[in-house]
């Protein structure tokens, strides 16, 4: 997962990367998700922070598995996030969910497969925007990072998920809603 850390960085987007422990469950990295929010927060309005002062107050959450479970519930916690990104959700949930939401799966992913995501996807309100993006040939365990699928294909959906929704940047809409190598897309984007 480190390597998203770099990736959105090169393209402007301040990036935190945490740890987590084997039992966090996603509800907890849901938890532990904003909680980062909350102390970049704070050091934005540290005045010994190396990022005193410079961050939009726009922000974003993602995550991989049981991560990804934990961005999806994030989001329904707050609304005072910008955009969320499950890549191969475990679990999650999408009820009365009002963030910009893209989840990608895996279609031979065994550990969370995308009727995980689905349902994830259902559950989120036609008025919300929402994507399901299917990877083909992507298991659980062959993408980690936003260069390891077919045309690079998790990592330009998701940075032009986060330019649009996070950055309101609309010039990424044509390539958000192309269809790449294969992809099988669901969306009410329009």
Not at 24 to 42: F, M, Q, T, V, Y
Not at 80 to 104: D, M, R
Not at 138 to 155: K, L, V, Y
Request: net charge neutral.
């Amino acid at each position: 997962m480190a390597d998203w850390g770099p990736f959105y960085a090169s393209w402007g987007i301040v990036t935190v990367v945490t740890n987590t422990g084997a039992a966090d469950i996603p509800a907890i990295r849901a938890s532990l998700l904003l909680a980062a929010i909350d102390d970049l927060k704070k050091e934005n309005m540290s005045s010994g922070s190396p990022v005193s002062g410079k961050l939009s107050g726009r922000y974003v959450t993602s995550g991989y598995s049981m991560g990804g479970g934990g961005t999806t519930i994030a989001a329904q916690m707050t609304t005072s996030l910008n955009s969320s990104i499950g890549l191969a959700a475990w679990g999650g949930a999408g009820e009365s969910t009002k963030v910009p939401t893209l989840l990608l799966c895996g279609d031979a992913d065994t550990v969370a497969p995308c009727d995980m995501s689905t349902g994830v996807y259902r559950g989120i309100p036609d008025s919300t925007p929402k994507m399901q993006i299917t990877i083909p040939g992507a298991t659980h365990f062959n993408w980690f990072g936003p260069s390891d699928t077919r045309d690079q294909m998790s990592g330009k959906y998701a940075l032009a998920f986060q330019k649009l929704y996070l950055e309101g940047d609309t010039r990424w809409k044509p390539l958000l809603l192309s269809k790449l190598a294969g992809a099988l897309i669901e969306t009410n984007i329009k």
